[in-house]
């Protein structure tokens, strides 16, 4: 069965560094999604991204926050500065539309 | 606002038993709703969904859930709980098929020996 692929699986990371977080998606899918979940808590929607730009962002993808396609494969979301409370599960996502995702078995970010 | 409401924090089962983890929604339309299931440290398993038609949907495991729109509930159910059920579930609805998916915040099933 298809998968959606996340590297790493963990990340340690210095505050104010910057971190990529990588995600293959599922190939014929064309919606693609960020999640993320703090430790142990509600999995939270980041953005969406369909057709090669943002469809819809929360609140918590603020400027810090970016997103890019860069070769057709993979979808990567960038942290510019990260913070102390950026520490969580790092979830990808890919849908072909309705009505479901794939989810990848996610990233846990940690910013020492 | 559009939100899911599992208003279980924990529910615990003794083996052998049958479990039901509550979901109910509040979002506008004819949604999609799901069940995700969450192993320690590991990511979002896909349980189950509900589309369209039969109200009961089965799914992964031996688990299945009921649709019931008047309530606007979509519990999580199963005959008889294993103790490898144990996991962090979580129920979730999307609005319409160009929507994000919004979940609950997660109930944690213990299963007793």
């Known amino acids: 069965e298809p998968e959606v692929t996340q590297t790493p699986s963990h990340q340690v990371t210095q505050m104010g560094q910057e971190v990529i977080l990588r995600c293959v998606p599922i190939?014929?899918?064309?919606?693609f999604y960020w999640y993320r979940q703090i430790l142990g808590q509600k999995v939270e929607f980041l953005v969406s991204f369909y057709n090669n730009e943002i469809s819809e962002k929360s609140e918590i993808f603020d400027d810090q926050f970016s997103v890019e396609r860069p070769d057709g494969s993979n979808f990567t979301l960038k942290i510019r500065s990260t913070k102390l409370e950026d520490s969580a599960m790092y979830f990808c996502a890919s849908s072909a539309g309705a009505p479901g995702y794939t989810f990848g078995s996610g990233t846990r970010l940690t910013v020492v | 606002a559009q939100s899911v409401a599992q208003p279980e924090d924990q529910v615990n089962v003794a083996e052998g038993n049958p479990l039901t983890v509550k979901c109910t929604y509040s979002v506008s339309g004819n949604p999609y709703l799901f069940w995700y299931v969450q192993y320690p440290n590991r990511g979002l398993q896909f349980l189950l969904k509900y589309i369209t038609g039969d109200n009961l949907v089965k799914g992964s495991y031996g688990f299945e859930a009921e649709f019931n729109k008047s309530q606007t509930s979509f519990h999580l159910k199963k005959p008889s709980a294993l103790v490898s059920d144990s996991a962090l579930y979580f129920c979730a609805v999307r609005p319409n098929r160009d929507d994000k998916i919004i979940f609950g915040k997660g109930t944690r099933l213990h299963i007793l020996p």
């Open positions: 190939s014929n899918h064309l919606y």
